[in-house]
């Protein structure tokens, strides 16, 4: 099983599980992790996701070994196929209500890296390491990272770590707005976790909502984007979470939350 999925208490605990191959995605990776993804898509009950690696690295992106034992013909066609299933999980990760919080241990490297840019929050180990890793093999990117790293970090951070594939630590990752948050090694799993579990109990729906305003901010003007927000805080008042949050402060209590 090459990936593993779990869903308790809203919390959905997401976890690469290939750790003998650094959680290398091959067509298996991929195609599993869309039928995870489905998965996410169409559970009402899960209000936030955790995203993990198993073993000693998170991701050490595509399965480069993998791809040496196809015939030359033949590898254009395999990579094309593993994206067919890659790209489609991500997207559907990202436009989930629920925050999905990356907890990343070792290193994420290509597209690795890409679903670590995806991700909503991340937290990383202190001895972490990211990089793009892609032209050092003669490839381009995949897995979202050449959508997402230029927004996060900017354009010319983007292409010098593209170009130069020069490693980040995780305090520098975390500076440049790769990382969320950096903990020690072994508060790794417990401080993820811990955040996924608050999450999970608050405004689902209020969740996508404000990440799809911040992330549609980017391709819209502002005329349009304040018409985005007009509809989308006139629908969260529509909501159950919506009308709780405003009775509680108005009533000096704490929320009760159900995600909808």
Same mark, same amino acid.
């Given at each position: 099983?090459?990936?593993?999925?779990?869903?308790? $208490?809203?919390?959905?605990?997401? #976890?690469?599980?290939? @750790?003998?191959?650094?959680?290398?995605?091959?067509?298996?990776?991929?195609?599993?992790? &869309?039928?995870?993804?489905?998965?996410?898509? $169409?559970?009402?009950?899960?209000?936030?996701?955790?995203?993990?690696?198993?073993?000693?690295?998170?991701?050490?992106?595509? $399965?480069?070994?993998?791809?040496? !034992?196809? @015939?030359?013909?033949?590898?254009?066609? *395999?990579?094309? #196929?593993?994206?067919?299933?890659?790209?489609?999980?991500?997207?559907?990760?990202? &436009?989930?209500?629920? @925050? %999905?919080?990356?907890?990343?241990?070792?290193?994420?490297?290509?597209?690795?890296?890409?679903?670590?840019?995806? +991700?909503?929050? %991340?937290?990383? +180990?202190?001895?972490?390491?990211?990089?793009?890793? *892609?032209?050092?093999?003669?490839?381009?990117?995949?897995? !979202? !990272?050449?959508? /997402?790293?230029?927004?996060?970090?900017?354009?010319?951070?983007?292409?010098?770590?593209?170009?130069?594939?020069? %490693?980040?630590?995780?305090? #520098?990752?975390?500076?440049?707005?790769? %990382?969320?948050?950096?903990?020690? $090694?072994?508060?790794?799993?417990?401080?993820?976790?811990?955040?996924?579990?608050?999450?999970?109990?608050?405004?689902?729906?209020?969740?996508?909502?404000?990440?799809?305003?911040?992330?549609?901010?980017?391709?819209?003007?502002?005329?349009?984007?304040?018409?985005? &927000?007009?509809? &989308?805080?006139?629908?969260?008042?529509?909501?159950?979470?919506?009308? #709780?949050?405003?009775?509680?402060?108005?009533?000096?209590?704490? @929320?009760? /939350?159900?995600?909808?």
């Amino acid at each position: 099983m090459t990936v593993r999925l779990a869903v308790a $208490d809203g919390l959905a605990r997401l #976890e690469l599980n290939r @750790p003998d191959a650094a959680n290398a995605i091959n067509l298996d990776l991929a195609v599993a992790l &869309e039928g995870a993804a489905l998965q996410l898509r $169409d559970d009402p009950s899960v209000r936030a996701v955790l995203l993990t690696g198993a073993g000693a690295r998170f991701c050490g992106g595509g $399965d480069v070994p993998d791809f040496a !034992s196809k @015939p030359p013909a033949d590898l254009p066609g *395999y990579l094309a #196929e593993i994206t067919a299933h890659l790209h489609p999980a991500i997207e559907m990760l990202v &436009e989930l209500d629920a @925050p %999905v919080i990356a907890a990343v241990q070792g290193s994420a490297a290509g597209a690795g890296l890409g679903l670590v840019l995806a +991700a909503d929050v %991340v937290v990383a +180990a202190r001895s972490a390491k990211f990089v793009m890793a *892609y032209t050092a093999i003669g490839m381009s990117p995949d897995g !979202s !990272s050449s959508w /997402f790293l230029p927004r996060i970090v900017g354009q010319r951070r983007a292409l010098e770590l593209t170009l130069t594939n020069r %490693v980040l630590l995780a305090d #520098e990752a975390c500076a440049w707005g790769i %990382v969320t948050t950096v903990v020690d $090694d072994d508060a790794l799993l417990t401080s993820a976790a811990a955040l996924a579990t608050t999450l999970a109990a608050g405004p689902t729906a209020s969740y996508g909502r404000a990440a799809r305003l911040l992330r549609g901010a980017w391709d819209a003007t502002l005329h349009d984007h304040l018409a985005n &927000e007009r509809d &989308e805080i006139a629908a969260s008042g529509a909501t159950a979470d919506g009308q #709780e949050g405003i009775a509680a402060f108005a009533g000096k209590r704490p @929320p009760t /939350f159900t995600g909808h």
